[in-house]
């Protein structure tokens, strides 16, 4: 550690003792994360070294994947959220529904091709009976049983549970039961309500995010976690949002990894059709490498997988 901070005496000292504090496994504030994103120049190529330090140490230099297939089974939702490509109103052309038995192929065709692990994640489409996720999880276990199933965002379940009737744990208790692995910590974007509300209002708000999310750990479902960035967010949003993550992975320790997704701004409404002002198209290379640095900082202890 030593060594590395000595390094960076090119840097201001105050930056360097913020770098020297995370060398020594102290955990970054919000406010000297927030001071970390505004790094350019030196102190940006500083904290790159610095998060690659910590990468090496928390993760090592291996690699590992999964063999995956997605599945998205109807691009019809009710939602109008303005980041998104890949929805369709029910009464468009381009709108379909997956019959349950081509999912179910599509699942069996995956183990055959030497897929471990599909993803599957849709559209709310309307009227969706209340156990349809839960008959789908079923049938693809029956079929397939040693395939693992990563399914279902928590806007999804949320929409379940609402569909059915049932408590948000009891529809999780369902889907377990039922052969559901593990959740994607999709429809994150970013954990704050007046972001949410600009562009993609009705959405799952950040209380019931965390609600699905917690409950689902609570069960010893683990779930992934996400983040989208690049559009009318600032540095401080990324760094509320981690450390929102990160005081939930202190209480339940089932985050399995955090994914950063830049917005896709090509053919999203709020780009496209200018429906939200001020909104940019995506991350830029800078951004990608900040943001990847940060979340090793910050998430690293507790997320080994960034």
Known sequence: METLVTSLDWIPRETRGIFARVLDGHE???????????????????????????????????????VNRN????????????????????????????????????????????????????????????????????????????????????????????????PIQDYLEELKAAGLG????????????????????????????????TSAHRLGIRTTSTIMYGHIENPAHWIRHMDLLRGIQRETGGFTEFVPLSLIHQEAPMYRRRLVPGVRPGATGTEVVKLHALARLILGPTFRNI
């Open 71 to 166: 599945i998205n089974f109807t691009n019809v939702c009710i939602k109008h959220c303005t980041f998104c490509a890949f929805s369709r109103d029910y009464r468009e052309e381009e709108g379909y529904f997956l019959p349950v038995e081509e999912v179910v192929r599509r699942a069996r065709e995956a183990w055959e091709m030497g897929a471990t692990e599909v993803c599957i994640q849709a559209g709310l489409p309307p009227k969706l009976p209340g156990s349809y996720y839960i008959d789908l999880t079923r049938a693809i276990k029956r079929a397939v049983p040693d395939l693992h199933l990563h399914a279902f965002s928590p806007e999804e379940i949320l929409y379940g549970s609402t569909r059915s009737g049932l």
């Open 28 to 66: 970054l504030t919000v406010e000297e994360g927030i001071r970390l994103a505004e790094a350019e120049g030196r102190e940006l190529h500083a904290l790159m070294l610095v998060a690659d330090e910590m990468r090496r140490r928390q993760a090592g230099d291996t690699v590992t994947y999964v």
């Open 182 to 213: 593990t959740l994607p910590g999709t429809s994150a974007e970013i954990l704050d309500d007046e972001i949410r509300d600009v562009i993609s209002k009705g959405r799952i708000t950040t209380r019931q995010w965390i609600e699905v999310i």
